[in-house]
């Protein structure tokens, strides 16, 4: 059964840092390009990270970029999100996904449970 | 950027009624688009890519259609699980990948 476990998130003061990890199990994540997404409470969906497979293709939302960081470790079976210099606008749920790819068409087919990020003083 | 519109933001409906989702994208898209389905508390989960193949599970009553700039989600007959928020998703044009803001199915 392919899991995501997302972990890192909490209460963090605005302008601190948090590293979320997420933990796939089930499949092979070398295999796998990998997403960001996140969701404030009550609103809609936001991706902010993709990386690819192996690592050598990299994309953050203008959003985010210069201040979160997405790496992985294919070893491990970890995807990692790095967040600095966090705003209260980041307080969010992280969701970390996996990219789908078929003859069909691309997609989402498998997202994590989320860890929330709160930033406030 | 790829702009995604939904509507309506809201559709109020009984079970075993026809309910049909609008989303539109802001320039061609071709038929690179996705939907999802949430409910409270949870992940989101895939039902539909490349504008009409349903992912594996889901049940045939979920069909999705459109290309260019104009897709329709249809669930021919709701079922009581079925009342969530369902958002379409493009990935012809990213960075970066865009979602629509969502349609609240609810009874």
């Known amino acids: 059964e392919v899991q995501l476990v997302e972990s890192g998130g909490g209460l963090v003061q605005p302008g601190g840092s948090l590293r979320l990890s997420c933990t796939a199990s089930g499949f092979t994540l070398s295999y796998y390009n990998m997403y960001w997404v996140r969701q404030v409470p009550g609103k809609g969906l936001e991706w902010i990270a993709y990386?690819?497979?192996?690592?050598?293709?990299?994309f953050h939302a203008d959003s985010v970029k210069g201040r979160f960081t997405v790496s992985r470790d294919n070893a491990k079976s970890s995807l990692y999100l790095q967040l600095n210099g966090l705003r209260a606008e980041d307080t969010a749920m992280y969701y970390c996904?996996?990219?789908?790819?078929?003859?069909?068409?691309?997609?989402?087919?498998?997202w994590g449970q989320g860890t929330l990020v709160t930033v406030s003083s | 950027e790829i702009v995604m519109t939904q509507s309506p933001a809201t559709l109020s409906v009984s079970p075993g009624e026809r309910a049909t989702l609008s989303c539109r994208a802001s320039?061609?898209?071709?038929?690179?688009l996705a939907w999802y389905q949430q409910k409270p508390g949870q992940a989101p989960r895939l039902l539909i890519y490349g504008a009409f193949t349903r992912a594996s599970g889901i049940p045939a009553r979920f069909s999705g259609s459109g290309s260019g700039t104009d897709f329709n989600l249809t669930i021919s007959s709701l079922q009581s699980e079925d009342f969530a928020v369902y958002y379409c998703?493009?990935?012809?044009?990213?960075?970066?990948?865009?979602f629509g803001p969502g349609t609240k199915v609810h009874i």
């Open positions: 320039q061609s898209i071709r038929n690179n």
């Open positions: 998703q493009q990935y012809n044009t990213w960075p970066p990948i865009t």
């Open positions: 996904a996996r990219d789908y790819r078929s003859s069909s068409g691309r997609a989402i087919d498998y």
């Open positions: 990386i690819s497979s192996s690592s050598t293709t990299i």
